[in-house]
């Protein structure tokens, strides 16, 4: 019913409350005025966020490109430099740490934007397995620990389960990735005091904790550093390095987990960042849990790997990598000669088995040497990043895999959690 105190109105309704011809004219025309500047408000907001879209990406690729030339400008212009006659040994030592950390600082980068379009496309799974968080969190505290106290600062970590507890059914490699981005960032962002990093169990869940005593986040930008192509301070004169997808990259992984993350964070007093994962203890479902999936720090003792590669640069680097742990490596440069070598050498323990090979790959070659051997242990070595890439892997045969380039500290945990070490 229309009311006559509408007085704009009330020449176009009767008595009863009705409304006329003319009087629903009105009200159309009304309710078209009114959703018309809806509509423009909305357009407006659109547009307003399309350009801070721009923006943002605008920012994000000058960031990019200048990540990306300034580690590529260190390792080319100091490996240019390195062909000099007259360095001293330790210019020569000085120059090859460069390189290093260069090339670290570019494959993180190259990690970051492959693992943003496997987000954003849609493509990334989750790989549940059998995992030791007790184990992830000792191997981060090992590989950031001389980081952390060549800067002056103390570093420590927390395990509030024991071991037997700590086994649970998640994607390991999620986890490693939460955690190590993380861990990095605090140390990134702090230049004294303390990094802390744990976890507690909290009824079904886990909740992990990262702890500074860094530069803080302000509190207007506690969910927007969770964003894509954001970061705390998203201008081209930055302080920090790093593309701004990492925390956007967590999130995501945090999410497919089926856990939440936030920051508790003050500008100049240091942040602590949260997440959780559900807490599934049953790890006798597992089907690719394995019998001493802990490792400790003790050598491990082959005696007989085959390296199965093609490139003579990775071979070179195997030799030295793995020829400490063996008494005997062998070689095959194709699947074919892998398989031949199998055959012929059934003292064989372990394979480290390139996927991308000429004449016969790494896929096929797993699938001949598993119909004569399925104790083999085969490891992949693989300079592919995608999901589906490791699951074909894991259903051709193969026990595990490690991706290029070869992190030899990681590559030693791998080799001890398949072989029982032998006591001399």
Same mark, same amino acid.
Request: hydrophobic fraction near 40%; glycine fraction near 6%; charge should be negative.
């Given at each position: 019913?229309?009311?006559?105190?509408?007085?704009?109105?009330? /020449?176009?309704?009767?008595?009863?409350?009705?409304?006329?011809?003319?009087?629903?004219?009105?009200?159309?025309?009304?309710?078209?005025?009114?959703?018309?500047?809806?509509?423009?408000?909305?357009?407006?907001?659109?547009?307003?966020?399309?350009?801070?879209?721009?923006?943002?990406?605008?920012?994000?690729?000058?960031?990019?490109?200048?990540?990306?030339?300034?580690? @590529?400008?260190?390792?080319?212009?100091?490996?240019?430099?390195?062909?000099?006659?007259?360095?001293?040994?330790?210019?020569?030592?000085?120059?090859?740490?460069?390189?290093?950390? $260069?090339?670290?600082?570019?494959?993180?980068?190259?990690?970051?934007?492959?693992?943003?379009?496997?987000?954003?496309?849609?493509?990334?799974?989750?790989?549940?397995?059998?995992?030791?968080?007790?184990?992830?969190?000792?191997?981060?505290?090992?590989?950031?620990?001389?980081?952390?106290?060549?800067?002056? @600062?103390?570093?420590?970590?927390?395990?509030?389960?024991?071991?037997?507890?700590?086994?649970?059914?998640?994607?390991?490699?999620?986890? +490693?990735?939460?955690?190590?981005?993380?861990?990095?960032?605090?140390?990134?962002?702090?230049?004294?005091?303390?990094?802390?990093?744990?976890?507690?169990?909290?009824?079904?869940?886990?909740?992990?904790?990262?702890?500074?005593?860094?530069?803080?986040?302000?509190?207007?930008?506690?969910?927007?550093?969770? /964003?894509?192509?954001?970061?705390?301070?998203?201008?081209?004169?930055?302080?920090?390095?790093?593309?701004?997808?990492?925390?956007?990259?967590?999130?995501? +992984?945090?999410?497919?987990?089926?856990?939440?993350?936030?920051?508790? $964070?003050?500008?100049?007093?240091?942040?602590?960042?949260?997440?959780?994962?559900?807490?599934?203890?049953?790890?006798? /479902?597992?089907?690719?849990?394995?019998?001493? +999936? @802990?490792?400790?720090?003790?050598?491990?003792?082959?005696?007989?790997?085959?390296?199965?590669?093609?490139?003579?640069?990775?071979?070179?680097?195997?030799?030295?990598?793995?020829?400490?742990?063996?008494?005997?490596?062998?070689?095959?440069?194709?699947?074919?000669?892998?398989?031949?070598?199998? @055959?012929?050498?059934?003292?064989?323990?372990?394979?480290?088995?390139?996927? $991308?090979?000429?004449?016969?790959?790494?896929?096929?070659?797993?699938?001949?040497?598993?119909?004569?051997?399925?104790?083999?242990?085969?490891?992949?070595?693989?300079?592919?990043?995608?999901?589906?890439?490791?699951?074909?892997?894991?259903?051709?045969?193969?026990?595990?895999?490690? $991706?290029?380039?070869?992190?030899? +500290?990681?590559?030693?945990?791998?080799?001890?959690?398949?072989?029982?070490?032998?006591?001399?």
């Amino acid at each position: 019913m229309i009311l006559a105190k509408h007085g704009h109105l009330s /020449k176009y309704v009767n008595i009863t409350g009705t409304v006329n011809k003319d009087g629903q004219q009105c009200l159309i025309m009304m309710s078209d005025i009114t959703r018309s500047k809806h509509t423009e408000t909305d357009l407006l907001k659109a547009k307003e966020k399309a350009e801070e879209n721009d923006r943002l990406k605008s920012v994000f690729l000058a960031n990019i490109s200048h990540e990306i030339r300034t580690p @590529m400008n260190g390792i080319l212009g100091f490996a240019k430099l390195l062909k000099q006659s007259d360095l001293t040994y330790e210019e020569k030592q000085e120059f090859i740490n460069i390189i290093e950390e $260069s090339g670290f600082r570019l494959l993180n980068i190259i990690n970051d934007l492959v693992d943003f379009s496997k987000v954003e496309s849609g493509q990334m799974k989750i790989a549940s397995a059998a995992t030791n968080i007790n184990e992830q969190i000792h191997t981060i505290y090992t590989f950031f620990k001389y980081e952390v106290e060549r800067k002056g @600062m103390q570093f420590s970590y927390l395990n509030s389960l024991p071991d037997n507890e700590a086994i649970i059914i998640t994607d390991r490699e999620k986890i +490693y990735a939460i955690l190590t981005n993380l861990v990095k960032n605090a140390i990134k962002f702090s230049n004294d005091g303390i990094v802390e990093f744990g976890y507690v169990k909290k009824g079904e869940n886990l909740e992990f904790f990262v702890k500074d005593t860094g530069i803080g986040i302000a509190k207007d930008k506690h969910k927007e550093i969770f /964003k894509r192509f954001v970061q705390a301070d998203n201008v081209l004169s930055r302080n920090y390095e790093g593309t701004g997808l990492g925390l956007a990259i967590t999130k995501a +992984y945090v999410e497919l987990l089926g856990g939440d993350i936030w920051v508790e $964070s003050e500008l100049g007093k240091g942040s602590v960042f949260y997440f959780t994962i559900p807490y599934d203890s049953e790890f006798e /479902k597992a089907d690719n849990l394995q019998d001493g +999936y @802990m490792v400790d720090e003790t050598t491990v003792k082959l005696r007989k790997i085959l390296v199965v590669e093609d490139n003579e640069v990775s071979i070179m680097l195997f030799a030295k990598l793995v020829g400490k742990y063996c008494d005997q490596i062998l070689y095959a440069r194709n699947g074919v000669e892998a398989v031949e070598a199998c @055959m012929q050498n059934p003292d064989i323990e372990i394979v480290l088995m390139d996927i $991308s090979m000429p004449i016969m790959d790494g896929y096929e070659a797993t699938r001949q040497i598993r119909k004569f051997n399925e104790e083999i242990i085969i490891i992949a070595q693989t300079a592919h990043a995608f999901e589906d890439e490791k699951e074909r892997i894991l259903a051709a045969g193969c026990n595990d895999y490690i $991706s290029k380039p070869i992190d030899a +500290y990681l590559l030693k945990m791998l080799l001890k959690r398949y072989l029982k070490e032998e006591k001399n």
